[in-house]
């Protein structure tokens, strides 16, 4: 199947990608921004879009340039796809379950209203051992000072995201129209993963009303199309 994809070059994508081609799918990576995307030439079998503003804390101090690439940049992507009627695999985020809470969340819940109707939009939970701005490398440099004792947060090991995503593109016209959480189903303390981790510092239990407390997915439609369980760092360790 010939693929065309955007964010290629994030965390995910960097893994997505030699995967997908290691099962024999075409790839065509679009190179630049997704704000400036118009027409390509050539009509994919499918649409992978990935390419966004992520970070949560960025988001909060520049709203309009995450609404402006996260839903000005989708818009072309969308557009496309629904001028050719390619199926469109949408990557939107845990954050959209509550939208409100902070502008990146709410762009992403806007992309998943306007995502054309031939779709399957995916939440991916945390992906880890994920980016190095992220948790587990944060901890393993010794950059984290203070954790929420309150936040439990939902993870998916990148392997088991990779291969999701393949059973998605496998069985994408049983799925159309879907909204797919990729989270283990299983909620893990921040603070016993990190001291699980040797980590000592300052514990905070104070509200954070930019994000929630608790993330979970329902993992029931991951793990039919897996067959099995997704492994998480609290039982699989941080070897992988």
């Keep these: 199947m010939?693929?065309?994809?955007?964010?290629?070059?994030?965390?995910?994508?960097?893994h997505l990608c030699p995967y997908l081609e290691s099962q024999g799918h075409e790839l065509i990576r679009l190179e630049g921004d997704i704000r400036d995307f118009r027409f390509y030439f050539r009509k994919p079998d499918m649409i992978i879009h990935m390419a966004a503003m992520t970070s949560v804390p960025k988001s909060l101090n520049d709203p309009e340039l995450y609404y402006d690439v996260n839903v000005n940049g989708a818009k072309n992507i969308f557009n496309w796809a629904e001028s050719w009627r390619i199926p469109i695999i949408n990557f939107s985020s845990s954050n959209a379950v509550a939208w409100w809470v902070n502008p990146y969340a709410i762009t992403k819940k806007i992309a998943e209203e306007i995502v054309p109707e031939q779709s399957v939009t995916i939440r991916p939970y945390n992906v880890w051992p994920g980016r190095d701005d992220m948790l587990i490398a944060k901890l393993k440099r010794?950059?984290?000072?203070?954790?929420?004792?309150?936040h439990y947060r939902d993870w998916i090991h990148i392997d088991d995201f990779c291969e999701g995503i393949l059973k998605v593109v496998e069985n994408y016209y049983e799925l159309e129209g879907q909204t797919i959480d990729f989270g283990s189903g299983t909620t893990v303390s921040v603070l016993e993963f990190a001291k699980s981790m040797g980590w000592e510092g300052e514990i905070n239990y104070g509200p954070t009303p930019t994000e929630r407390e608790v993330t979970k997915a329902d993992s029931t439609i991951i793990e039919k199309l897996l067959g099995r369980k997704?492994?998480?760092?609290?039982?699989?360790?941080?070897?992988?």
Excluded: A, E
Aim: proline residues 3%; neutral net charge.
């Design 142 to 150: 010794g950059d984290v000072k203070v954790i929420n004792g309150n």
């Design 230 to 240: 997704l492994k998480n760092p609290n039982n699989n360790g941080l070897q992988d």
């Design 2 to 14: 010939k693929i065309f994809i955007t964010g290629h070059d994030g965390f995910i994508g960097s």
